[in-house]
């Protein structure tokens, strides 16, 4: 469910030795109880954080969203998190489902999950499309990477000849098991490159600034070039914006 470098946080309502999966919630767990923390490494349903040498299930931990975070509720659909209070006493999501801007809390939303890139997937793709994927980086979100010479990991990689090879490092190959999980790095393009793309039909993002991030899915008339959040284009995003092309 989450990613390596996610920010999440350890529920408040767990009772100690109850087993919710693998591995148990034990007394020593218990100063985690409510804290924010940075997803290290994944293995299967568990864990490892930052914070803490254990190891943490999905039932014990909830996400934090940011705002841009795509999210669904029971009741209202698919939407997008525009605002997020850190006050403890305040509902901490305002979210925007269509015209409706609602304030949720935790257990109301849940995130929209991306179907996962797995390594194999990607090298079909870059033999398939060469020119499309040669350069592209990619960062590595589950599984394991690691240098063939010593076993070191890494957690980038970069699309080469048709092959996954380590940035900066060409001459060492690169040991990456077929499932391992990986997410596109993307790199900044002009606002009128990422226009062309959204009219062929690709996703693309605006960033501006502290603003929220605008996300644009393509395939509708460039006359309604409008963001998942529901706003229109504006010229501030495409004389200021930084654009990407996520797919």
């Not at 795509?70 to 305040?90: F, K, L, M, P, W």
């Not at 002009?190 to 993002?205: N, W």
């Not at 706003?231 to 996520?246: D, N």
Request: with cysteine; proline share 5%; charged share 25%.
């Amino acid at each position: 469910m989450y990613k390596v470098g996610q920010k999440v946080r350890v529920r408040k309502d767990l009772d100690i030795y109850r087993r919710d999966g693998e591995p148990i919630y034990v007394f020593d767990m218990e100063r985690m109880r409510g804290k924010e923390m940075t997803i290290r490494r994944i293995h299967g349903n568990s864990y490892l954080v930052n914070e803490s040498p254990w190891w943490f299930t999905d039932e014990m931990l909830e996400p934090i969203y940011s705002i841009g975070d795509r999210v669904t509720h029971a009741q209202y659909g698919e939407g997008t998190v525009i605002r997020v209070v850190n006050d403890t006493g305040c509902i901490p999501y305002l979210c925007k489902f269509g015209d409706w801007s609602i304030w949720c809390m935790p257990d109301q939303i849940t995130p929209i999950k991306e179907e996962p890139m797995y390594a194999s997937q990607l090298m079909e793709l870059a033999r398939a499309n060469p020119k499309e994927y040669e350069g592209k980086k990619y960062k590595v979100v589950s599984g394991s990477a690691m240098f063939t010479y010593n076993g070191q990991e890494f957690r980038e990689c970069v699309v080469k000849s048709g092959m996954l090879l380590i940035p900066n490092s060409p001459h060492y190959g690169a040991l990456i098991y077929s499932d391992t999980q990986l997410e596109l790095i993307p790199v900044s393009v002009p606002a009128m490159d990422a226009v062309e793309a959204y009219s062929k039909g690709k996703t693309v993002q605006c960033k501006i600034g502290n603003y929220l991030d605008t996300t644009y899915s393509g395939g509708a008339s460039l006359s309604d070039f409008r963001g998942t959040n529901g706003s229109y284009l504006t010229a501030k995003e495409l004389t200021e914006g930084v654009w990407y092309i996520l797919d």
